[in-house]
Structure formats: C-alpha cells, structure tokens
C-alpha cells in the first residue's frame, strides 16, 4: 500500500471526486474546503442550483463506482424545450437516439454525495471552512489555521481543485516565471431564479427537457429538480439592450418578461424578490500553462481550465480530468510526480482547451446564426441526419454523448462536418432529403467528405 501524501485544495465537484479516487489507491489525502461541510449545511434560503450531468462525467463517476448513487438523484433531459416569444413550445429531442440524454442534477445533491463517500475512507482527512490563503509550491506546503492556531501540512503532492478563481492556480502566476494565465470574460452575466413547483412534488412544465427561451442577444433556460422545481438562468449582457444595469426598477423587470417571456412571468412568482436578491454571476473562460510546478503542484477542473457554461461541459470536463487521472496512475508502476504531471496535463490540456473553445462558439452560434438562412437549414438537415439517419452524430453529440472521443476530436470532426453540411444546405438546388435512403446518402457525402 502506498503511503504517499496529498494535499488537495477544495472539495468542490472535482476535487472530491479525485480524493476518492486517490484514498482508493491507498494515498494518505487531506482536504481544505473553505465552505462548511454540506452534510450539516442548510440549504441557503432553499436555493437550489443544479448542473447538466452528461456521459463524460458519467463515465468518470462510473470508474469510481458512484454514477448509480449520481443517477438516483438525476432528471433525465430528452431534449431541449424551446419557447418563443408567442408562448409556443417546440421539443427538439437531443439525437433521437434513446440512450442519448442529458441529466439535471444539483450542485449541492452531488457534492454532498461525493464528500459522504470521500469521508468513509479511512485515508481521507477533510477541514471543512477552512480557507487556504498561502501555499509554499517549491515545498507542496499547505498553510492552514486549526481554531486560532496558524500551522501548515508538507504534502508529496498539492493538487489546486479549489475553482476558477484558484488561490493555487494565482500563486504558480506569482512565483513560476513562465506560468501564462489568462481569464476571458464575457460582456454577459447571469442570474438564477426559480419556477416553484406546482404543488406535491408536481412540475408546471415538462420535467424531461432543459427548457430553453432564446432572444439572441440573451436567454433564459431552465432545469429541473427532484423536488418539482426548475432553476432559471438568465443570461444577458452587463449593458446595452437587456443589460442587467436596466433592469433595476420593478416595472422594468415587469415589461422585459411580458415583453420577451410572457409564458414564463407567471410560472415565476417570486420573480422580484428573486431577482433582487440573486447576484449577477460572472462568466469567463481561464487558461493557463503550465498546469504543474515540478510535479510539486497541480492544478485540476475549473482552477486549470474554467469554460463558459453554454455546453453544459465544465463539471463534465473536470470529471474526466478525474478519469484520466486516475487511468495514467494505475498504468505506471513506479511514481514520479514530475513524469505524471507531464502525462497529466499532456492528455488534458489539448482537451480542455478544445472545450472552452466549443463552448464560446457556442455563445457565439447562439446569438448571430440563429437568424441565418443556411445556418437554420443545417440545423434541420443535422437533425434529421440523427434522427432518421444511421450512425450519425451532430458536433453537440460528438461532445456530450461521445465519452470515447476526446473533446479535441470531437471539436475537429464537428467543425469539419458543420463546414460540410453548411455548404451542402447552401446549394442553389438544395433539398430535404425525405426518405431514410437519402438521409443516409446524405451521411455516406459527409463521411467522403472528412476523409479527403
Ligand atoms: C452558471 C453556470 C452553469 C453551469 N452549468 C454547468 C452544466 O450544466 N454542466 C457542467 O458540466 N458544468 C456546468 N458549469 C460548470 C461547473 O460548475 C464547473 O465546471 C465545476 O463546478 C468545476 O468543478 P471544480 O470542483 O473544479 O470547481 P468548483 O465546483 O468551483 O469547486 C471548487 C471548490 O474549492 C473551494 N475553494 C475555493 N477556494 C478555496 C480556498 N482558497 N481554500 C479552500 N477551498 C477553496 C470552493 O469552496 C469549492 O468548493 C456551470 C457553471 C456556471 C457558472
């Protein structure tokens, strides 16, 4: 049995997943998390906020023998439910394939579930409210406070899972000459509200798809959760038309929803008081290079590659990181943290840089293409391709139900395939193809077309 140390920064969503999956090999794992421990924690003021939980990240839970227990507290998606401005409803399955779906899961559900299987190893020590403030990278030191007393821990290794503003990630920028970090943000935030539910556990609208209420330059979307409520996310620019800065008096508030979500005012009654007291989220893409110090440091999910949240893949991405991680550990014999950090961030970086970048696109695609003429046609066509079509998968599915296929890959192929199509529906003598042999024939052209 191994006897080496870790010190892991946050037990967020990532990081205890990579303490289970460290203690499980027998690693000596103590934990810093600076919130209280969200066994004993109240919900506050019973917010509930609540992820899309997809294969990649399934997969991850799986390794660790925890996607069952994750899957009990999940609602499946089947698709999106968009909603335009008259209050009409269209359902856009995500494949048409049955076995691929999304899942809403909350944040709070989750982590909780994680930490109370994290705590039954006996290699595990965790210090909940326990904010690091300073690391010393040369020595994988970890200096803590235990009541009033400052002491520190010296760790073999000292993983930085403590999120996008990672205190460790900012420390490696002070001290590493050659450490590049960047943080992109949006000129949108976001705010979350709440559709209650509608008495009994019941829903007031569809529970089985991530409702969706796109205005081009912003949107609403909604996910369900178990006890028969949805979280709202609004998305708008900081300025400008629909900023949040022109949304503060309640009749503003009153006519930006009759105006844009006229079905979704009623379903919201608390939506003043939600909205004034809700923050404005920031949003924003981090990349930063390199991941380690010395195989002394590393850092891990939203603290190495933070994305913007527009295909649903953050926890997914840094869940994977937990499955790679844990695959490169069991194939060496002999540790070297130096050698797996190298291997670590070589399999992970490419990937996750792949992702934040999808995810813009896509922030972008939302606004600008869903007026486009060719752009609407390819997305019907595509859709047809899945539905109807044999083996065919959008770039979206290639992210979010292809867990065989790195992100890097899947990013490659569904740009290529999206050029293709894009041309294909730009034809003067496009048509629909209308039955299942053309559809398919339509597949067989895109598949030459990726192989010339
Ligand atoms: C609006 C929004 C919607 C999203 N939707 C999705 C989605 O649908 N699907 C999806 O896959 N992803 C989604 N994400 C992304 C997802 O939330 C993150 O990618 C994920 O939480 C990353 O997990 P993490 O453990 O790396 O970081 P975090 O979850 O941020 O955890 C970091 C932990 O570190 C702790 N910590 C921080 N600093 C310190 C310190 N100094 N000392 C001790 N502890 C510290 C924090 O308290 C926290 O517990 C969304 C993000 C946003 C903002």
Redesign the pocket.
Same mark, same amino acid.
């Given at each position: 049995m191994n006897k080496q140390s870790i010190g892991i920064?946050?037990?967020?969503?990532?990081?205890s997943l990579l303490g289970i999956s460290l203690a499980r090999k027998g690693y000596k794992v103590t934990v810093?998390?600076?919130?209280k421990d969200p066994r004993r924690e109240e919900m506050e003021s019973g917010r509930s906020i609540n992820?899309?939980?997809s294969d990649r990240?399934l997969q991850a839970l799986e390794r660790m023998g925890m996607a069952q227990a994750a899957k009990e507290i999940c609602i499946p998606m089947k698709g999106r439910m968009i909603h335009d401005t008259e209050g009409n409803k269209r359902f856009s399955p995500y494949s048409g394939r049955s076995e691929d779906y999304i899942n809403s899961i909350s944040r709070t559900d989750l982590n909780r579930l994680l930490i109370e299987e994290l705590d039954t190893s006996e290699n595990v020590v965790i210090f909940f409210e326990?904010?690091?403030?300073k690391i010393d990278i040369e020595r994988s030191r970890v200096y803590y406070t235990v009541g009033a007393k400052s002491v520190y821990g010296d760790f073999d290794l000292v993983i930085g899972?403590? +999120?996008? $503003?990672?205190?460790v990630r900012r420390t490696m920028q002070k001290e590493i000459p050659n450490f590049n970090s960047t943080s992109q943000f949006l000129s949108h935030g976001?705010k979350e509200l709440e559709i209650p539910s509608a008495g009994k556990g019941q829903y007031k609208i569809d529970k089985h798809a991530l409702h969706i209420w796109p205005r081009q330059e912003f949107m609403i979307i909604a996910l369900p959760n178990m006890d028969g409520s949805f979280t709202v996310?609004m998305f708008n620019p900081y300025e400008g038309k629909a900023g949040f800065n022109e949304l503060d008096e309640k009749q503003e508030i009153d006519q930006y929803f009759d105006a844009y979500f006229p079905d979704l005012k009623p379903l919201i009654p608390e939506l003043q008081d939600d909205y004034n007291n809700n923050p404005i989220?920031k949003?924003g893409t981090v990349k930063c290079y390199p991941w380690h110090h010395k195989g002394r440091v590393l850092l891990v999910?939203?603290?190495a590659h933070?994305i913007v949240?527009f295909y +649903?893949? $953050?926890?997914?991405a840094?869940f994977e990181d937990v499955y790679v991680f844990d695959q490169i550990l069991e194939e060496m014999e002999t540790i070297d943290w130096g050698e797996f950090c190298e291997k670590f961030q070589e399999s992970r970086k490419p990937n996750c840089d792949a992702i934040a970048d999808l995810a813009l696109d896509n922030f972008i695609e939302m606004q600008d293409k869903v007026d486009d003429e060719d752009f609407i046609k390819k997305r019907k066509l595509e859709m047809k391709l899945e539905q109807d079509g044999e083996g065919y998968y959008s770039k979206y599915s290639l992210v979010t139900f292809r867990e065989d296929m790195s992100y890097k890959e899947a990013m490659i192929k569904g740009r290529k395939q999206d050029e293709i199509l894009l041309a294909y529906c730009a034809h003067d003598q496009f048509e629909y193809p209308t039955s299942k042999q053309e559809l398919n024939q339509v597949i067989d052209y895109i598949k030459n077309k990726l192989n010339e």
């Open positions: 920064v946050g037990a967020g969503l990532c990081g810093f998390e600076k919130r992820l899309a939980l990240g326990t904010s690091i403030e899972a403590d +999120g996008a $503003g990672s205190i976001y996310t989220g949003l999910g939203d603290a933070a949240p +649903g893949q $953050g926890m997914n840094s």
